[in-house]
């Protein structure tokens, strides 16, 4: 596997956060999905709300549930 080197963000439009929920509603259960729902609901005017996943690992976790999403969404 190749090894990639960078910094990911995400701006959490609320678009994206209802994705989000959405996405975590139909594929999470247990403590996973009252954490993630809870993260994504906490800022509920998101106006720059910068997800940086350098940042935190709860922050890492939240952008690869929105890419999850975006494919789920998509595919």
Same mark, same amino acid.
């Given at each position: 596997?190749?090894?990639?080197?960078?910094?990911?963000?995400?701006? &959490?439009?609320? !678009? &994206?956060?209802?994705?989000?929920?959405?996405?975590?509603?139909?594929?999470?259960?247990?403590?996973?999905?009252?954490?993630? &729902?809870?993260?994504?609901? !906490?800022?509920?005017?998101?106006?720059?709300?910068?997800?940086?996943?350098?940042?935190?690992?709860?922050?890492?976790?939240?952008?690869?549930?929105?890419?999850?999403?975006?494919?789920?969404?998509? !595919?």
């Amino acid at each position: 596997m190749r090894e990639f080197k960078g910094h990911v963000s995400v701006v &959490l439009t609320p !678009e &994206l956060r209802q994705l989000a929920v959405d996405h975590t509603y139909a594929t999470e259960d247990g403590e996973d999905r009252d954490d993630l &729902l809870r993260w994504f609901q !906490e800022q509920e005017t998101p106006n720059g709300y910068v997800l940086d996943a350098a940042n935190s690992e709860a922050d890492a976790h939240m952008i690869v549930v929105i890419a999850r999403a975006l494919l789920w969404k998509y !595919e």
